[in-house]
């Protein structure tokens, strides 16, 4: 699970959101007070930057930050606006309660988090001014610790060396990343980890040493444990497994930061170390809960020790044995399965009842908390959300899938949690009910009718999550998507209508809903994958209609991109250009096509979403479309830097690395080997083709065939089928490269991928990661509006569609990923299960850019057209 999702999900009930964006707590003092008549106030993102007009910064130096808790936070911001002001020195801060909060969060980014106050000195001379004098005033105050800072002294200001201006890099991951400059001129990323790093260039001053070797005091060394393996880490702290020197029992040591890892009700994670002491020691003795062996502190933070639970958690162990996630299951497999699940929900309902008969609610059970023996026993872990059931205190923490409903205290909580485990054992789309309560009965009907469960149990579940009469009445059968034809156009109606009436226009980082990624980088929510370029595009290919004021409001955010904008085909704005130009707005394409190719974009990575592949397919197209030669050379310079970079078949290419690099269509070798066949149906020429193979081969290489015969995209610790990143987009180019090209191998391995993509059942409905993905690649080689007629596995997963599908005033719209809050966008929401849906019924071809179905579609073949372009 990802965490960053949980911060997205603090701000609007059914949408990620950024949390700049809502305020429910007000603004400091100081974020409203005037600076001098000399001074300038803007904001940056979730910050407000002050800074006296003639200020001239260096681009990246020294810079010092100050931390904060909620409840000193307005002091701290008062004295140091106060020591700044009047010393003319820039500075930027959080501006309310509700900004430091999430920036301490337990999910929050760990090599940012504590992060309240930054101050820009001019140079070190400064910067050692500022520390001392501002340290003596703020010296002793409590603040989360800033992992990836320096600190000075025992107060809440640390140090790091970084950026100071806005400048971008690409990664070797491929990332766009804020930047420093090293002494060859050449631009790195600025790298804010966990710990404290600086540039191998940069020497670090005289007068932080001490502070150097003050922080490398604190080891643990002297500690009776040996630490063998982190497991965890967040905000709030890690979780090890270790040995006790003393007894050689092994043991797990569980971490908390003071001031760090905040859940909504203010605890920090040693509040909540200590209300896990107090429940396990008043658990001591249960078999199905770990005992407590010892507590200590280390410098600041503290820990538990528990015992080692030998076994692994449900979650896992359900993952391996769930028969919908087979290619073929049978009632053999239903059947044990049934009865496998019962056996784990009745040890785990009778567990929590003997924590229940000892006066302790737990208040954070799903099934990452449930570890299984190897004898089949459940053990309860993590209490750090418990307490007295006399305390009456709401939830705190919890999984998705597993929040109770507000308001809910007491052992009503584990309650709630113990009938959405009964129907997440069988159909694990419990999230969704956060997001349409007519889900639970929805849910409960589709397990009833796959599994041979008692109807008493889940109708048991439904009245606990919804408090009516379980489905023993049939009444919960929940939206429905028919395969044919009336249904596309009912179902097109319906989507179409939810992404409109959930555009925004008033805002100017997004206009459609999204995943998160629409606010990890500037210009996210204007992308063909997660922004309005995508759900424009989806929107006209389907059929559902042109508009205008949409379309405008993209072009006005377009044409003066912020700072830091990317320039990938689906992350960027190519992608932009192309849906642009395909909706008729050629001058403005072109005028945006131009900032890009004035970018340094040779410096791409070498994939499709973002980089070279992307780069160098919407050239190419431009160039058949305007007749421009210099996009026509800029296309064949990107593949040349492609090839250049690809090495033999069994290389492991400049794309990634790492034991398991990635594959597939938008991040592997895929994405270059579809640019190089688009160049061969451009020139015929076979060197293009057998790149193309050689790319391709390096992906399968990266994939596995499972005992079931299907292919997947090998990760190390999963094995993944989907579009994005998984086997599903290698098969796709590899279907558009057998068009031209006979390959048994590649054929066996198109098979194999074809049976990735007719599974029973996928966690998330999405385009890219989800079932939409397979409805996209088996409706491929069928005539336009054929393909649920012709495979009634397409017609099978269109209705299996339903049982992600949720009501948004009255109308169908779809979980993104993580199934936590609903999307719109093309990669993750509405858009890209309309795109998917379209491809099998729309009367007109429909897939996305540069992979249209059929052997000779408009999008697979760009000859260059005699016209030329008028250059502006």
């Given at each position: 699970m990802d965490k960053r999702y949980e911060v997205y999900c603090l701000m609007d009930p059914h949408f990620y959101d950024a949390p700049s964006h809502h305020r429910t707590r007000g603004l400091f003092r100081r974020a409203r007070h005037p600076l001098p008549a000399s001074w300038a106030r803007v904001e940056l993102g979730e910050w407000l930057v002050c800074h006296p007009v003639e200020a001239v910064l260096p681009a990246q130096g020294w810079k010092i930050h100050v931390s904060a808790c909620p409840d000193n936070a307005e002091p701290i911001l008062d004295a140091v606006w106060d020591y700044c002001v009047p010393r003319r020195i820039p500075f930027k801060f959080l501006p309310g309660p509700d900004t430091l909060f999430l920036a301490n969060t337990k999910y929050a980014h760990r090599g940012s988090s504590g992060k309240f106050v930054t101050v820009y000195p001019r140079d070190e001379a400064q910067c050692e001014r500022v520390l001392t004098e501002l340290g003596t005033v703020l010296d002793g105050r409590p603040g989360p610790y800033i992992l990836s800072d320096l600190r000075w002294g025992d107060g809440p200001l640390y140090v790091r060396y970084g950026a100071f201006a806005d400048r971008y890099c690409v990664s070797a991951e491929g990332a766009v990343e804020q930047a420093?400059?090293?002494?060859?001129?050449?631009?790195?990323?600025d790298v804010r980890g966990p710990t404290f790093q600086v540039p191998p260039w940069v020497r670090l001053p005289a007068f932080l040493e001490p502070h150097l070797a003050a922080s490398r005091r604190t080891t643990v060394a002297d500690l009776p444990y040996r630490i063998d393996n982190a497991l965890h880490f967040s905000n709030a702290g890690g979780l090890y497994t270790a040995v006790d020197t003393r007894t050689r029992e092994r043991v797990v040591l569980k971490e908390a930061r003071p001031h760090a890892g905040l859940t909504p009700d203010g605890a920090d994670a040693v509040t909540r170390l200590e209300r896990e002491r107090y429940a396990l020691e008043r658990l001591r003795g249960l078999p199905s809960v770990p005992a407590l062996r010892d507590h200590f502190a280390l410098g600041d933070h503290q820990f538990l020790v528990e015992e080692f639970i030998e076994g692994s958690a449900l979650h896992t162990q359900f993952v391996e044995r769930y028969p919908l996630a087979a290619s073929d299951p049978g009632p053999a497999d239903f059947a044990a399965y049934t009865s496998w699940a019962l056996d784990i929900v009745r040890q785990v309902e009778d567990a929590v009842a003997a924590v229940h008969a000892r006066g302790v609610v737990i208040?954070?059970?799903?099934?990452?908390?449930?570890?299984?023996?190897?004898?089949?026993?459940?053990?309860?872990?993590?209490?750090?959300?418990?307490?007295?059931?006399?305390?009456?205190?709401?939830?705190?923490?919890?999984?998705?899938?597993?929040?109770?409903?507000?308001?809910?205290?007491?052992?009503?909580?584990?309650?709630?949690?113990?009938?959405?485990?009964?129907?997440?054992?069988?159909?694990?789309?419990?999230?969704?009910?956060?997001?349409?309560?007519?889900?639970?009965?929805?849910?409960?009907?589709?397990?009833a009718d796959l599994f041979p469960v008692p109807r008493r149990f889940l109708d048991e579940a439904v009245r606990t999550l919804t408090g009516d009469g379980g489905i023993a009445a049939g009444a919960h059968d929940g939206p429905r998507l028919d395969p044919d034809r009336p249904g596309w156009l009912r179902a097109r109606t319906s989507i179409a209508d939810a992404v409109l009436a959930a555009a925004t226009p008033e805002r100017h980082d997004r206009l459609f809903p999204g995943d998160i990624e629409q606010f990890t980088a500037p210009g996210g929510g204007l992308a063909l994958a997660h922004g309005a370029a995508g759900v424009l595009y989806a929107l006209d290919v389907t059929g559902a209609g042109r508009h205008p004021d949409h379309e405008e409001w993209l072009i006005r955010h377009t044409l003066d991109p912020a700072?830091?904008?990317?320039?990938?085909?689906?992350?960027?704005?190519?992608?932009?250009?192309?849906?642009?130009?395909?909706?008729?707005?050629?001058?403005?394409?072109?005028?945006?096509?131009?900032?890009?190719?004035?970018?340094?974009w040779e410096a791409l990575p070498s994939d499709l979403r973002g980089g070279l592949s992307g780069v160098g397919l919407n050239l190419l197209h431009f160039a058949a479309v305007t007749g421009d030669t210099a996009c026509r050379d800029a296309a064949f310079r990107a593949a040349d830097l492609v090839a250049d970079r690809l090495g033999p078949a069994d290389a492991v290419p400049e794309i990634s690395g790492g034991a398991h690099p990635r594959a597939g269509l938008m991040f592997g070798a895929s994405g270059p080997a579809l640019l190089f066949l688009r160049l061969y149906e451009h020139g015929g020429d076979p060197a293009h083709l057998d790149l193309a193979a050689t790319a391709l081969r390096q992906d399968l290489r990266r994939c596995l065939v499972r005992d079931d015969g299907s292919m997947e995209v090998n990760e190390g610790w999963r094995t993944m089928p989907y579009l994005a990143d998984g086997s599903v987009g290698i098969g796709m180019v590899l279907d558009d490269y057998l068009a031209h090209r006979a390959d048994d191998r590649f054929a066996a391995a198109a098979d194999a991928i074809h049976k990735a993509a007719r599974a029973a059942f996928y966690i998330e409905p999405g385009l890219f990661d989800g079932l939409a993905g397979m409805i996209l690649h088996l409706s491929r080689p069928h005539p336009p509006?054929?393909?649920?007629?012709?495979?009634?596995?397409?017609?099978?997963?269109?209705?299996?569609?339903?049982?992600?599908?949720?009501?948004?005033?009255?109308?169908?719209?779809?979980?993104?990923?993580?199934?936590?809050?609903?999307?719109?966008?093309?990669?993750?929401?509405?858009?890209?299960?309309?795109?998917?849906?379209?491809?099998?019924?729309?009367?007109?071809?429909?897939?996305?850019?540069?992979?249209?179905?059929?052997?000779?579609?408009?999008?697979?073949?760009?000859?260059?057209?005699?016209?030329?372009?008028?250059?502006?």
């Open positions: 420093v400059e090293d002494p060859s001129g050449r631009l790195v990323p208040g954070d059970v799903h099934t990452d908390n449930i570890l299984v023996r190897p004898d089949g026993r459940v053990v309860l872990i993590d209490f750090e959300g418990a307490s007295d059931v006399k305390q009456a205190r709401p939830q705190v923490l919890a999984a998705p899938g597993f929040l109770a409903p507000p308001h809910t205290t007491g052992f009503d909580i584990d309650r709630y949690a113990l009938a959405c485990l009964r129907l997440a054992m069988f159909m694990p789309l419990t999230g969704l009910i956060d997001l349409d309560s007519g889900k639970a009965g929805h849910l409960a009907r589709e397990a700072p830091g904008s990317r320039l990938g085909l689906y992350d960027g704005l190519h992608g932009i250009t192309y849906v642009l130009e395909h909706l008729g707005h050629h001058e403005e394409a072109v005028k945006l096509l131009d900032m890009c190719l004035a970018e340094g509006g054929t393909a649920a007629a012709r495979d009634p596995v397409i017609a099978d997963h269109v209705r299996r569609l339903a049982r992600h599908a949720c009501l948004l005033d009255g109308r169908l719209a779809f979980p993104g990923e993580q199934l936590m809050r609903l999307s719109m966008d093309l990669a993750t929401g509405g858009a890209g299960v309309l795109l998917a849906l379209g491809s099998a019924f729309h009367s007109r071809p429909v897939g996305l850019p540069f992979l249209t179905p059929g052997p000779h579609a408009q999008d697979h073949s760009v000859p260059m057209p005699a016209r030329e372009r008028e250059r502006r």
